[in-house]
């Protein structure tokens, strides 16, 4: 009543018929509880301006940009994590389904997101899991997360991200239960995802699902960037090398299919790959830093 109706604390304590401190009292309590975050958008000039020249030149639905303001880049990512949780929550009308990747800047945003009640929206995982480590910022995990926070129902994806072998693939991807999420993913409403670059501060390569070998042929073969494992080239085509034969999860096609694709990316060292994400349609609103936000406008112009 009080944030989402504007109601004053008076009139909600006469309408519960308890006394104003009481209703202040629980208000505090809702904040240092979690269930209540204020999310104050520093909107400066300049970074209204990035947004729209990202818009334009790009032809987004949305474009959010994050000040920097001297931050670290722990607290960049967290910022614009937050930024993220404030757009999806303001912008869930008539979505009952959310996909999710995998990846630090995303687990951000799932532990910043408010608790709010849509029992009705589904949740699921756009990829498969990534073995023991860091298991935080996995995409079954944030979508178990994301979904207590939805107090709504989550899909879990039971299968690894990268397999060993093809024929390994080819087996768990004949399964009716991975064959079942894998086709509400490629139908969500709204697919949150990261943007890797694999040969800069790489999270894959830094928990060892790429080895020196792969990065070597990933060089040759032109890769730029992923999105969930699937990688592609500076003008955003897919690159079909010997890992993506391997990957359980949403293809890159398939990924233009979804009726909203939000990016949420943190980090200069990814620009590069956040352009050739651009370039190959694959994104429909980008949540990112204004350091990022002005390299990618100065590589276009």
Same mark, same amino acid.
């Given at each position: 009543?009080?944030?989402?109706?504007?109601?004053? /604390? !008076?009139?909600?304590?006469?309408?519960?018929?308890?006394?104003?401190?009481?209703?202040?009292?629980?208000?505090?309590?809702?904040?240092?509880?979690?269930?209540?975050?204020?999310?104050?958008?520093?909107?400066?000039?300049?970074?209204?301006?990035?947004?729209?020249?990202?818009?334009?030149? %790009?032809?987004?639905?949305?474009? $959010?940009?994050?000040?920097?303001?001297?931050?670290?880049?722990?607290?960049?990512?967290?910022?614009?994590? /937050?930024?993220?949780?404030?757009?999806?929550?303001?912008?869930?009308?008539?979505?009952?389904?959310?996909?999710?990747?995998?990846?630090?800047?995303?687990?951000?945003? $799932?532990?910043?997101?408010? %608790?709010?009640?849509?029992?009705?929206?589904?949740?699921?995982?756009?990829?498969?899991?990534?073995?023991?480590?860091?298991?935080?910022?996995?995409?079954?995990?944030?979508?178990?997360?994301?979904?207590?926070?939805?107090?709504?129902?989550? !899909?879990?994806?039971?299968?690894?991200?990268?397999?060993?072998?093809?024929?390994?693939?080819?087996?768990?991807?004949?399964?009716?239960?991975?064959?079942?999420?894998?086709? #509400?993913?490629?139908?969500?409403?709204?697919?949150?995802?990261?943007?890797?670059?694999?040969?800069?501060?790489?999270?894959?390569?830094?928990?060892?699902?790429?080895?020196?070998?792969?990065?070597?042929? +990933?060089?040759?073969?032109? !890769?730029?960037?992923?999105?969930?494992?699937?990688? %592609?080239?500076?003008?955003?085509?897919?690159?079909?090398?010997?890992?993506?034969?391997?990957?359980?999860?949403?293809?890159?096609?398939?990924?233009?299919?979804?009726?909203?694709?939000?990016?949420?990316?943190?980090?200069?060292?990814?620009?590069?790959?956040?352009?050739?994400?651009?370039?190959?349609? %694959? #994104?429909?609103?980008?949540?990112?830093?204004? +350091?990022?936000?002005?390299?990618?406008?100065?590589?276009?112009?």
């Amino acid at each position: 009543m009080y944030y989402n109706d504007g109601w004053t /604390q !008076a009139q909600i304590a006469q309408k519960l018929g308890v006394s104003r401190p009481v209703i202040s009292k629980l208000l505090q309590r809702a904040k240092d509880e979690g269930i209540v975050k204020i999310y104050i958008k520093d909107e400066s000039v300049h970074t209204v301006g990035l947004e729209r020249k990202l818009e334009q030149y %790009f032809d987004l639905a949305d474009a $959010v940009v994050v000040p920097n303001n001297g931050l670290s880049a722990e607290r960049a990512k967290r910022e614009v994590g /937050q930024a993220g949780a404030s757009y999806i929550s303001n912008n869930m009308k008539d979505v009952k389904s959310i996909g999710i990747s995998w990846g630090e800047t995303l687990a951000n945003l $799932v532990q910043e997101y408010p %608790f709010e009640r849509k029992e009705d929206i589904t949740v699921v995982p756009l990829e498969g899991g990534m073995g023991v480590k860091q298991v935080q910022i996995h995409a079954n995990q944030l979508a178990n997360e994301l979904a207590k926070k939805l107090q709504s129902t989550c !899909a879990y994806l039971y299968a690894p991200a990268i397999v060993e072998t093809e024929e390994l693939k080819q087996r768990l991807m004949g399964m009716e239960d991975i064959q079942t999420v894998l086709e #509400i993913g490629r139908n969500v409403d709204v697919a949150l995802i990261g943007i890797g670059n694999p040969f800069d501060d790489s999270t894959l390569l830094r928990l060892g699902y790429l080895q020196e070998n792969d990065l070597a042929q +990933l060089r040759d073969v032109g !890769a730029i960037g992923d999105i969930g494992f699937r990688f %592609f080239d500076q003008n955003g085509k897919p690159i079909n090398d010997s890992l993506n034969t391997k990957v359980i999860g949403i293809t890159l096609e398939e990924f233009k299919g979804i009726k909203k694709v939000i990016a949420v990316v943190e980090g200069e060292h990814k620009v590069a790959s956040i352009l050739g994400a651009l370039q190959g349609k %694959f #994104i429909d609103v980008l949540i990112t830093d204004e +350091l990022t936000a002005n390299a990618i406008i100065k590589n276009i112009t």
